[in-house]
């Protein structure tokens, strides 16, 4: 099966520097699997590549290693490299893991953040309230994404932040795939008001629990939308 998606997007492409070759064929495919233009399952194939975007197949196949690395595509000897499928036990997996080193990540942010980085909260917040408003969800998910961006830098780990960089990218790709925009988003908003007050408020035990807690339903959410997707 070929690249659907690329027959009207080759314009979006472009070599740019200083990022490597394979890190921009990376990136591209990275966003088109989040933004769902690459489907769960589909084949990437190496040869429409190569020809849609005029390189070789050299930094195609180092971009699927490192999209494989970052749990985006799998790769079947014989067969080829493929979109992974979400499944129960991804979900399963995966949150609980955010869930804990986010709450860390609040509580180590507590002794460094300053007034500048509440405002930035603060902000984000209100331009979440917006986008849930007007129904514009991807950009719901990019304010959400600040949000808690502002606690994981304000954290001061490095190490944190990488780890948690790839876990985010999985749930934004996973918060895509479910069509929550359907929802009412008015307790997602509320949970992330009782965050910024309990930052405000300095009330570190409470704030590591409500943002474990926060993405913890999360997790509850997606599992029983796998469920009535499989029944």
């Given at each position: 099966?070929?690249?659907k998606l ?14 490597s ?7 591209f ?8 233009r ?28 490192m ?7 799998v ?10 499928k ?12 955010r ?22 909260i ?21 304010h ?6 502002v606690?994981?830098l ?5 190490a ?16 895509l ?10 307790n997602?908003?509320r949970a992330h008001?009782?965050?910024l ?8 035990d ?21 469920a009535?997707?499989?029944?």
């Open positions: 099966m070929g690249l690329l027959s009207g997007t080759e314009k979006d492409f472009a070599i740019q520097h200083p990022p070759l394979v890190d921009q064929v990376t990136n495919l990275t966003d088109s699997i989040i933004e769902g690459l489907v769960l399952g589909e084949r990437l194939v190496e040869s429409d590549l190569q020809r849609r975007f005029g390189i070789s197949r050299g930094p195609i196949r180092e971009s699927f290693r999209l494989e690395k970052d749990g985006f595509v790769t079947i000897p014989r067969k080829g490299t493929y979109v992974r979400i499944t129960r036990k991804d979900i399963e997996e995966t949150f609980p893991i869930a804990y080193l986010e709450g860390l990540g609040a509580r180590l942010a507590l002794s460094h953040i300053q007034q500048g980085d509440i405002d930035r603060e902000l984000a917040l209100s331009k979440m309230a917006r986008a849930a408003q007007m129904n514009d969800f991807k950009a719901y998910l990019k959400h994404s600040e949000f808690h961006e606690f994981i304000a954290s001061n780990n490095d944190l932040r990488e780890i948690l960089q790839n876990l985010r990218r999985q749930f934004m790709w996973f918060r795939l479910y069509l929550y925009v359907h929802e009412s988003l008015e997602e908003l008001r009782d965050i007050d309990l930052c405000i408020r300095r009330d570190v409470r704030l590591e629990y409500r943002m474990r807690e926060h993405i913890s339903v999360a997790m509850e959410k997606f599992l029983n939308y796998i009535s997707k499989t029944s």
